[in-house]
């Protein structure tokens, strides 16, 4: 009794590379969306996370931290890492200037003086500059960064990857005028850096969020008329920007604390 040969034919073979194709080709971009809506969830967790640490900051001092730049171009990104972790990362001390050499107020050896740190060090996502940035200004002060992580670097000997900055700018409470209750010069110098990239040799890519298009005196809030739209705020508090997916400030993914 002969017996037919066993296997798959040409035909065959191709056609279920081409259904495996086609699955891929489906599901890919579902699982993509997945990991971004997850690192999305994280990101509005680590801003909520941010926003109990900064009404903790308040109770101690009567208000929240600074972010107007001042002449050391000192931003309100790096004011709010000192605020809730320390100029040095050792806890913020009560007589601070708000300068990025820590304003002489940060002997190592005395943390008598110190907070304790207002976010878990471990979970903070701290950078310095210099690790983000191949000529950053103040390369040693560092940022609060996102979920979204782009450049690879190394802390305490590990391989990690950096987000970008998390931008802070306190309300001014002294203004009912909407475009002036936040004031883009803030952070200015920090968006003027470029992107965070995976590496130096990348192209650079302008922030969609500059300096003309951040306020207009429109109704209901700051609005950006490049991309439509329209920004958040509370002229009681403050607002946390992070850049989202794309690590551009000023577009639709931007993420909020409000």
Known sequence: MKHGKHGFTVVELLTAITIIAILIAILLPSANMVRRVAKESAQKARLANIALALTAFRND????????????????????????????????????????????????????????????????????????????FDPNTFVLCDTFGVRKTTVNNKSVKAGTPILYYRADTSTKVAADIYDYTDNSPLIALDK???????SDVDHALTDPNFYSNGIGGIYD?????????RPDSYILISAGADGLYGTRDDITNF
């Open 61 to 136: 001092y009567g208000d929240y931290p600074p972010s107007d730049m001042n002449s050391s171009a000192y931003t309100g990104a790096q004011m709010l890492s000192e605020a809730l972790l320390g100029w040095d990362l050792l806890g913020f001390h009560p007589e601070s200037e708000w300068k990025a050499n820590g304003g002489g107020k940060y002997p190592t050896t005395n943390l008598e003086e110190r907070r304790g740190r207002y976010l878990e060090l471990a979970t903070a996502n701290a950078f310095n500059l210099g690790q983000l940035f191949n000529a950053a």
């Open 196 to 202: 965070v990239k995976e590496n130096d040799s990348e």
């Open 225 to 233: 008329s490049q991309i439509t739209i329209d920004w958040p705020y």
